[in-house]
């Protein structure tokens, strides 16, 4: 074979690949985005999105759904809680409680912010447990978050039901709880902040909120979850 016959067929082979329904160069999944599909989020997350959407998916746990706001969810936090102090006795109750003090006293020694830079997601979400065990977070609080996320997706019926979604969404919540110092200079458009611990994406948010869920998961199981006794009046 010569090499001029060798470089013909070689081209003809790359035209045929390229011509294939390749990985690389499919839409994104979301119904009526046009846009192609890539590597979207900085921790690699996910492939079969556009950027805008496996961004929206990282930081919200679904690719179209947003999170709930804080309006919406609180009451069901606040119920959630309420139902917890009033069951404190009960053995799943004590146990959900005892299993998120535990996730938070494992979860070895706490982080400066400086030194999250270089730590994998598991790492950063121990990180997240330690800064909630040193801010003093009460362990119900933690529970609380998770029931209040079951409670409003049971509640919505367009919600997304993945348990992906929940374990993000429980997951903001409670990181929020102990997010660090904030701090803010000046005023108006030469207004600096520094917030020195990064918001939690991807990853970091998953693997909080699955060790939540494990936590809670035979309380959801043995309970039915408290209903919401405060009416929306307030809504409109
Ligand atoms: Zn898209």
């Given amino acids: 074979m010569t090499n001029w016959t060798a470089m013909r067929e070689r081209k003809a082979e790359v035209k045929g690949r390229a011509n294939e329904p390749s990985a690389m160069f499919t839409r994104c999944r979301v119904v009526g985005c046009s846009r192609p599909a890539r590597a979207g989020t900085g921790d690699g997350l996910d492939t079969r999105f556009c ?5 929206h998916y990282a930081r919200h746990g679904s690719p179209y759904r947003a999170s709930y706001g804080a309006r919406e969810i609180n009451p069901y936090r606040a119920a959630a809680l309420a139902w917890l102090e009033a069951n404190q006795s009960d053995t799943y109750v004590a146990n959900t409680v005892d ?10 020694p706490h982080v400066e912010a400086f030194r999250l830079r270089g730590l994998s997601p598991q790492e950063r979400a ?7 065990r040193r801010a003093g977070i009460d362990p119900r609080r933690m529970v609380a978050a998770w029931l209040a996320v079951e409670m409003i997706i049971r509640d919505d019926p367009q919600a997304e ?18 997010s660090g110092t904030h701090k803010r200079w000046g005023e108006g458009p030469t207004t600096t902040e520094l917030h020195v611990y990064p918001r939690p994406r991807g990853r970091v948010l998953r693997h ?13 199981e043995k309970h039915r979850l408290p209903a919401l006794e405060a009416p929306k009046k307030d809504r409109a």
């Fill in 126 to 132: 121990k990180a997240a447990w330690a800064r909630l």
């Fill in 99 to 108: 299993r998120v003090a535990t996730l938070l006293r494992t979860a070895g």
């Fill in 208 to 220: 909080i909120g699955e060790a939540l869920e494990k936590a809670c998961e035979l309380l959801i």
């Fill in 51 to 55: 950027r805008a959407h496996a961004d």
């Fill in 161 to 178: 039901r993945k348990t992906e979604f929940k374990q993000v969404q429980a997951a903001k919540l409670i990181h929020r709880m102990a």
